[in-house]
Structure formats: C-alpha cells, structure tokens
C-alpha cells in the first residue's frame, strides 16, 4: 500500500472515530434529557400528588360530655351545624366525656382535636402544658350547676360529717363545692377527709348512691342537679349563680389543641361557625333545641332523660359564645384557695381572633379575652 493510500485510509478512520464520538455525545445528551425530564414530570406528580393530600378533607376529631350544659354541642352534632359548616373541608369525629380531667387527657394524648369543657380542667392543661397545648376559642353556656342536698340539710354547718359528690376531683364542679366549703369554713381534703368527704364519680352513679343514702348531696352540672330534684326529693342548697355577679360565669367553652389551631385556622373558623349555628337555633326555637339536645344524649348515653326533667332544667341555663373571660382568672383563684393549682399567669389562655371573625361577618361585637 502507497504512503498515500494509508494517509487516506487514516483520514477516513479519523472521520469515522470523531463522528463516532460526536454520535455518543449527542446520544448521551439526548439520555439526559430524556431522565431529566422524566425526573421533572415525576416531582410534579408527587407535587400534584402532595397537593391533592393537603386539600383533602380534614378531620376534626370533636369531644363534648352528654350534659345540658353542653348543649350548644348537642344541638350542633345532633341538628348537623358542625357537619354543614365543614362542608367538604371536613370530616367529624365525636368522642365523649365524664368530666373534663378525661378530655384533657384526651387532648395531650392527640386522641381528640378539639373539645367543650369547663373552665378548671381547661386551667389546668395549660398549666400542665406551660401553656403550650392548648387556646379557648369561644365560650358556650353560663349558669347550670347547683349543689343540691338532702332535705334534711338547712346551711352548711349541716354538712359536717357528711358525704358529697362530684363528677370528678378537679373538675369545675368539683373546686367550687371545695371553694365554696372553705368559704363557709369547712375543709375537705382531695382523698376524701376533712369535715366534709368529697367522692370523684360519675352523674348516673351519684342519683344511685343518693337514692341509696350514701351521699347526702351532690355539686352537679344539668340536668343531673335537677334529676336528683325531680327523681330523688332532692332540694337546691346552693345555685351557682347567685355566687357570681349578674349570675353570669363559665360553665362550659370550647377549647382547640394550640397544634391543630395553628395547621387548620379554617377548619377552626367552621367549627365555630356550627356552634354558632346551634346558639342560634337554641335561642330561636328552644322547643326544637331541647329535643335535639335529648336525642343527642340518648345517642351517647343509652337513654332518653323525661322531657321535663329537660324543660325544667333549660331556663337555668344560659348559652352563649361570650367565654365570660373575668370569671375563668376567679375560677383559678379558686382552684389555687383549695389546693389544686398554682398561681398562674392566664394572658394567653384565649385565642378569640376567629370568633371574632366569625361575629364580625354577623355584625356583632367582638369578645374579649384576659388583659
């Protein structure tokens, strides 16, 4: 072969390597953008994906007690004003209580969202929680507890020496009967000693244990106050209300998990507006309001309460989503007088930004919480 032949040869062997070579590069090229755009179009989907996730519907997980005096949550579950406020933004998911140290628990425990309850359990979670786990966000009923006794008994110097029931040690119920005692000088001790003995249990048992003369008498939310009235000859020795001025004081709000306010504003938003809802069939049409308020507590608890026993015990209620703030800092004055809390700093307990939103929309005045 001529030195020319080869120098040819090598040329078109250069050509072929560098086309060659050119050839994998734009191959290559073409691999990445092919896998970068399969890359683009799967995040989107994950983000569509992950979008899709964050606009399904929330569940609020929703606890109240099978009481009167959570009647603005009787009528808003069992009318459907908490169902048709969330709409399609939310599901409801109920859970019942005794007393209000449960729903705490309850609450810490992340079992329930949210919940109605009284003023002292409510103190004591954001004690307990260094005022972290938990915001009052509108209030619900004032009025409807008593402390009803044997007929026997005239003052509270009768009671010395007898037995008195609550629905559960450091309930509301449970620090005004003690705060109301030491008042009227008379001491009883959290494991049932002292001049009066104070047994925890719940309302079913405690009309039971009075027919049965165990107990003289009971400090009880309605309508077990009046039951024991109606059912067992018991008699009114001490109506809460003549203890508070204008007869106005907390006796049951609704409370959020500070976690669950913060990450779902708006399901908060239409949980109040359901509660409103029911106040204002409550104070519109209390006939339809009582009824739905009985049917709801046979649904949790088995059994229809008389009618009357719910027409005599309504009128001594008083609903409203004012949260009565001045009377919840007495409330924990009370709590520290008898022993089951410290002096704390309240200022932060209420969050009314979305109640008042929610008023605001209606053309009604705002509420206030503590200065």
């Known amino acids: 072969m001529s030195f020319g032949h080869l120098m040819e040869n090598s040329c078109v062997a250069w050509r072929f390597s560098t086309n060659f070579i050119n050839f994998m590069e734009n191959r290559c090229r073409l691999i990445a953008a092919v896998a970068a755009l399969a890359l683009a179009i799967g995040l989107t989907a994950c983000s569509n994906s992950t979008a899709a996730d964050s606009s399904a519907p929330v569940n609020v997980r929703l606890g109240y007690f099978p009481n009167l005096t959570h009647a603005p949550a ?22 019942t209580f005794n007393a209000g140290p ?33 915001r009052i ?35 509301t119920q449970d620090v005004a009967l003690r705060a109301w005692l030491a008042d009227n000088h008379l001491s009883a001790d959290t494991s049932g000693g002292g001049d009066v003995a104070i047994v925890p249990q719940q309302n079913s048992a405690t009309l039971d244990a009075f027919k049965a003369g165990d107990i003289a008498g009971a400090w009880l939310p309605e309508p077990w106050a009046t039951r024991l009235i109606i059912d067992a000859g018991a008699k009114v020795l001490v109506d809460e209300a003549d203890l508070w001025p204008s007869g ?9 998990s500070t976690e669950f306010l913060n990450k779902h504003p708006q399901q ?17 049409d209390p006939a339809k309001a009582q009824l739905a308020a009985n049917e709801q507590i046979a649904a949790v608890t088995g059994k229809r309460l008389p009618d009357t ?63």
Do not use: M
Not at 140 to 168: E, F, Y
């Open 74 to 95: 009787l009528v808003g579950v069992r009318d459907g004003h908490f169902a048709r406020a969330l709409g399609t933004d939310g599901t409801l998911t109920l859970s």
């Open 102 to 134: 449960l729903a705490i628990e309850a609450l810490f425990s992340g079992a329930i969202d949210a919940t109605f309850i009284g003023p002292n359990p409510a103190i004591n979670g954001y004690v307990k929680s260094k005022g972290k786990a938990l």
């Open 137 to 171: 966000v509108a209030g619900a009923t004032s009025g409807g507890a008593a402390l009803v006794v044997d007929p026997s008994i005239h003052s509270p110097a009768d009671l010395r020496g007898k037995t008195l029931a609550t629905p559960q040690l450091g309930g």
């Open 248 to 256: 106005k004081f907390v006796t049951t709000q609704l409370i959020v």
């Open 268 to 284: 908060v938003h239409q949980l109040i507006e359901g509660e409103l809802a029911a106040l204002d069939e409550i104070a519109n």
């Open 309 to 371: 026993l719910i027409t005599a015990a309504w009128p001594k209620l008083d609903f409203t989503y004012d949260p009565i703030a001045s009377s919840l800092r007495t409330a924990a004055d009370h709590a520290h007088s008898v022993g089951l809390l410290d002096r704390v700093d309240l200022s932060g307990i209420y969050d009314l930004t979305i109640l008042n939103q929610v008023l605001a929309d209606r053309k009604l005045e705002p509420v206030k919480g503590l200065s």
